[in-house]
């Protein structure tokens, strides 16, 4: 094989890298998102304090 194509073949695999990288920074950024939009939900839920305390066991 020569320079210029080991040279090519280098690139290639560098810029597949590089894709790879920023698909997986997309994925992780989307991710963040969706734990944020996910906590701030849960903030604003009302929560009953009442509910749970009793149970009715009759047979």
């Known amino acids: ?5 080991i040279s090519m073949v280098m690139s290639q695999s560098n ?3 590089d ?4 698909v997986m920074k997309m994925a ?3 991710g963040k998102q969706n734990a944020t939009q ?3 939900m849960m ?10 305390q009793n149970l009715d066991v009759r047979a």
């Open 19 to 22: 894709a790879g990288i920023a």
């Open 43 to 52: 903030k604003n839920v009302a929560i009953d304090t009442n509910v749970g």
């Open 1 to 5: 094989m020569d320079v210029g194509a």
């Open 28 to 30: 992780m950024n989307t």
């Open 15 to 17: 810029v597949q890298q």
């Open 38 to 40: 996910i906590t701030e």
